[in-house]
């Protein structure tokens, strides 16, 4: 399997720490070399790309939480101008990341997410473990932001109380995330001192500062306990096999109609634009039949 990777920086990093003696556990993520890799594939528009950001920082953010091996996917889905945002994150600390929209139409800088997508809007999550069965919930789009969406999906999903906030700029992407611990007694007063300081952070600082100072900025003066960093990465995991079998569920006559018109069909991974080109002697090595001399035939014969 082909997987193209950008080098881990230290730039690139989530952080877990804890309050001892409080009910309360986090994560802070920061991506800059990721998020301008995934921003180099496409010209995004200032609003999408905020949004898009905020998505894989959140991607990144909860699948620290994998309990098993395997990839979370969370895609945004609308009718509007923006028609997804999609962001996968695996527990081997991998993220990748695209979004799709109109793109011959007007979009300012400052326009909100609920804007974008229209009505009908969606959220779905997708979990594929390495070992079971994949699960997926599709639920209705609550909430202006990718932040509130998710807070809203978690609290009725895991029924804890969970706050985050997201931020992205054209140089970074960050993301704070805080939990009540599920299994402590209840300390309400220590759950609403800790998140009312994560509130107060803002999106320069999530954007552009490591979990050192944020952390610093935020609870210097009830420190909490901060493990060491794990490194995130670019990784995606298009391949010349996965290619293939998409053509093979399109179906020989589709896909030997287009090669017998344009001499090859080419498909281009939308997360890093690889390009995996099937001549005709591929096609038919594919689908071990000449698809497309059978296609020449038939329009012979129906001319």
């Not at 997201?166 to 300390?187: K, M, V």
């Not at 990465?233 to 998409?246: I, L």
């Not at 498909?267 to 005709?280: A, K, L, S």
């Amino acid at each position: 399997m082909t997987r193209q990777v950008l080098s881990p920086s230290s730039d690139d990093c989530r952080t877990r720490f804890i309050f001892d003696g409080m009910p309360v556990r986090g994560l802070h993520v920061r991506l800059e070399n990721v998020w301008q890799h995934i921003t180099r594939q496409k010209h995004y528009p200032a609003a999408i790309r905020r949004a898009l950001g905020e998505l894989v920082a959140a991607g990144a953010l909860l699948s620290g939480n994998l309990k098993t091996g395997g990839t979370l996917i969370m895609q945004v889905q609308g009718q509007g101008r923006l028609k997804m945002l999609v962001a996968e994150a695996s527990s081997e600390q991998t993220v990748r990341a695209t979004a799709r929209w109109d793109e011959h139409a007007d979009i300012a800088d400052d326009e909100g997410l609920t804007d974008l997508l229209g009505d009908s809007s969606v959220f779905v999550l997708t979990l594929q473990p390495k070992d079971a069965e994949p699960w997926q919930g599709v639920v209705p789009l609550e909430g202006g932001s990718i932040a509130q969406m998710l807070m809203n999906y978690m609290t009725r999903s895991e029924q804890l109380d969970t706050h985050i906030v997201l931020a992205a700029c054209d140089t970074g992407a960050g993301g704070l995330l805080i939990q009540r611990l599920p299994e402590e007694e209840t300390d309400t007063d220590a759950w609403n001192r800790i998140s009312t300081l994560v509130q107060t952070v803002t999106d320069g600082e999530l954007s552009t500062l490591d979990a050192q100072h944020v952390l610093y900025r935020l609870f210097h003066e009830t420190p909490p306990r901060v493990f060491e960093p794990e490194s995130i990465e670019f990784a995606c995991t298009c391949s010349r096999g996965k290619v293939s079998d998409m053509l093979l569920m399109l179906g020989g006559e589709e896909v030997g109609g287009v090669v017998a018109e344009q001499g090859s069909i080419a498909v281009d991974c939308d997360f890093c634009h690889e390009t995996y080109v099937f001549d005709e002697t591929d096609v038919n090595a594919l689908f071990g039949a000449n698809v497309v001399s059978a296609v020449r035939q038939e329009a012979q014969r129906i001319q």
